[in-house]
């Protein structure tokens, strides 16, 4: 084998190789989004999941993410469920783990949600050792995130969020 050949041959390689790299790189990469609520669908998550007041984000190739809201609110659910100024988690297709920012009341206490699994058109909401399974169809929509608490509105909701 020639010289000319061999060096024609390591050259074919590396750019086999580079092409290869690119071609991972391109489709398995996710790319970015101006919106958090858009990064959702394509982890198998409805967009309403995080209320509206989303100031930005970052997220890490391996998932980890901070979510900056303009301000700490509550939305109404099925249960009152409270987000703070910064909301951080991990998240991969149908998961979302690690989660803090996120509480819900349940009876007269505010307890973490510390995780959020999608699954077959369902999320199951994670705080600790209860969990409540939910139809994703409920957070289609990115709901309206308030300033403070509604109590009226809570009081009327029967039925509940994460019930025992």
């Known amino acids: 084998m020639s010289m000319a050949s061999t060096l024609s041959s390591a050259a074919s390689i590396s750019l086999l190789l580079f092409s290869l790299f690119l071609l991972f790189q391109t489709h398995l990469s996710l790319p970015p989004f101006d919106d958090f609520h858009d990064l959702l669908p394509p982890y198998g998550f409805p967009k309403g999941l995080i209320p509206s007041t989303v100031k930005f984000y970052s997220m890490s190739d391996s998932g980890e993410f901070d979510i900056h809201m303009h301000h700490s609110c509550y939305v109404q659910f099925n249960k009152l469920v409270f987000y703070d100024k910064k909301i951080r988690g991990r998240i991969e297709y149908g ?70």
């Open 95 to 164: 998961s979302v783990t690690n989660v803090t920012g996120i509480q819900t009341k349940k009876l007269f206490f505010w307890v973490p949600v510390t995780g959020i699994d999608s699954l077959l058109g369902f999320l199951r909401f994670h705080t600790g050792p209860i969990s409540a399974r939910l139809p994703a169809k409920q957070f289609e929509n990115v709901p309206i995130c308030r300033h403070k608490v509604l109590t009226h509105a809570f009081e009327r909701h029967e039925g509940g969020l994460f019930t025992a």
